[in-house]
């Protein structure tokens, strides 16, 4: 059965930006008889709150989407992502990193990649033995890892058939110093407990699918077929943040709008005044 899933942290209220990704997931599950699934990413325990996993729920009723089974917690999920750390572990290719954003950030040796800095790999190979109490995450070898899977493709939409290039991201963090899995480990995982089958999210993650093909592989789950879809911008040609200050569905609902009206506005393609049918 086809199943799509959404998915959004709960740091901030849904904007414009999410609504349009909501109803593409919904709508992509229900005209081919399939399930819609919500799904809360709530492992960020610094920034994620309760009332806004409410608001979340409030904002897709108000759109008129209904989804499918209980709502999903990354939160009790963390039994998951231990047993894939576990995993990847015992392959050889984790290792403990100790470096802070600013190490990176101030080391002359670190590429660029799709996502900005690529780790130089300071902590791969080092002797950390006098550090082991010291706060770290845990990063994956990626060249091992590549050498392990061998070559290796994914499907989008709009794209065709890609190939993989996780090496392009460097040797990303699979376990947070703050938190027991990255997006990376998290998404991957999650979408294969929950057998989705069609992932449809915003062209700002492309890149990171190069990492989550990978993981795919090395953890033995399946892949799914993935609908990267152009993002909204405002009227300045920004992509729609929380970070920037992006209306939320609640801003737009209190003055005034309607969810069932918006939604069919979207559907349409058609965008509220002030704001841009955006990019890819």
Known sequence: MITTRFAPSPTGRLHLGHAASAIRAHDFARARGGAFLLRI????????????????????????????????????RLALYDAALERLRTMGLLYRCFCTRADIAASLTAPHGPAGAVYPGTCRGADNAARMDRPHCWRIDIARAVDRTGPLTWHDAGAGIVAADPLAHGDVVLARKDAPASYHLAV???????????????????????????????????????????????????????RDGAPSLADLRDGGMDGAALAAMLRAGAVPLGFRAARA
């Open 188 to 242: 991957t995982v999650d979408d294969a407990a929950q057998g989705v089958t069609d992932v449809v999210r915003g062209a700002d993650l492309f890149a990171a699918t190069h990492v989550h093909r990978l993981l795919q592989a090395l953890l033995g789950l399946p892949t799914p077929a993935y609908h990267h879809h152009p993002l909204l911008a405002d009227a300045a040609g920004r992509r729609l943040a929380k």
């Open 41 to 76: 990413e709530d492992i960020d325990g610094t920034r994620s709150r309760e009332e806004h996993v409410a608001g979340i729920v409030e904002d897709l009723a108000w759109l008129g989407l209904a989804w499918d089974g209980p709502v999903v917690r990354q939160s009790r």
